[in-house]
Nanobody, 119 residues
Framework: QVQLVESGGDLVQPGGSLRLSCAAS????????MGWYRQAPGKQREFVAT???????NYADSVKGRFTISRDNAKTTVYLQMNSLKPEDTAVYYC?????????????WGQGTQVTVSS
């Protein structure tokens, strides 16, 4: 199966920046999309950003204008550049990918990386 490993999470002050990375490995099929989600303590997991195989991007309203999602040429690594961070951005950030194998669509998740925004 596909393995996703996130990295880059850290403790940062409000207004600071972080860049998260997610590397995919294993039985990689045709990638439909890759994205980022986050889950804060006591909250449900929420959508942050996604990028399709064609390069189209979408962002949650809460991060639009502050976060940027991108990918490498092989489409096996996705990045999330986070600027102007706020305390409410504190969460575990999860990478995911939707892939097509034959007639099947499969979703894979990483284990997450902790982002803490605090003074």
């Amino acid at each position: 199966q596909v393995q996703l490993v996130e990295s880059g999470g850290d403790l940062v002050q409000p207004g600071g920046s972080l860049r998260l990375s997610c590397a995919a490995s294993g039985s990689i099929a045709s990638v439909y999309a890759m994205g980022w989600y986050r889950q804060a303590p006591g909250k449900q997991r929420e959508f942050v950003a996604t990028i399709t195989s064609g390069g189209s991007t979408n962002y949650a309203d809460s991060v639009k204008g502050r976060f940027t999602i991108s990918r490498d040429n092989a489409k096996t690594t996705v990045y999330l550049q986070m600027n102007s961070l706020k305390p409410e951005d504190t969460a575990v950030y999860y990478c995911n990918t939707i892939q097509v194998s034959g007639l099947k669509m499969n979703t894979y998740w990483g284990q997450g990386t902790q982002v803490t925004v605090s003074s």
